[in-house]
């Protein structure tokens, strides 16, 4: 008479296969914070797309990402004030 194999089962939570794989390279994930950035300064987001990005992206990238188009946005503002200030005749 042979025994029968015992297995032995562990539990899964369900938590623990719903965590996301952390990202591959900086990279990346830079990129896709400047793109959300970005999207946030225009006020467009789909809700989807918001909640994920949460979900992948870095809080120092974030920070990073937000003084980046700030500045852009400023040298922007000043460009185009310098050439309206420049185009008018002085006198």
């Given at each position: 008479?042979?025994?029968?194999?015992?297995?032995?089962?562990?539990?899964?939570?369900?938590?623990?296969?719903?965590?996301?794989?952390?990202?591959?390279?900086?990279?990346?994930?830079?990129?896709?914070t400047?793109?959300?950035?970005?999207?946030?300064?225009?006020?467009?987001?789909?809700?989807?797309?918001?909640?994920?990005?949460?979900?992948?992206?870095?809080?120092?990238?974030?920070?990073?990402?937000?003084?980046?188009?700030?500045?852009?946005?400023?040298?922007?503002?000043?460009?185009?004030?310098h050439?309206?200030?420049?185009?008018?005749?002085?006198?």
């Amino acid at each position: 008479m042979s025994e029968p194999a015992c297995t032995v089962q562990t539990p899964v939570s369900p938590a623990s296969s719903d965590v996301a794989a952390p990202p591959a390279a900086a990279g990346p994930a830079f990129w896709r914070t400047l793109r959300m950035v970005g999207w946030g300064f225009l006020g467009v987001r789909k809700r989807s797309e918001y909640q994920r990005d949460l979900a992948q992206v870095n809080p120092f990238h974030i920070m990073l990402a937000g003084l980046i188009g700030v500045v852009l946005f400023v040298l922007l503002l000043l460009g185009i004030i310098h050439w309206v200030v420049s185009g008018t005749p002085s006198g």
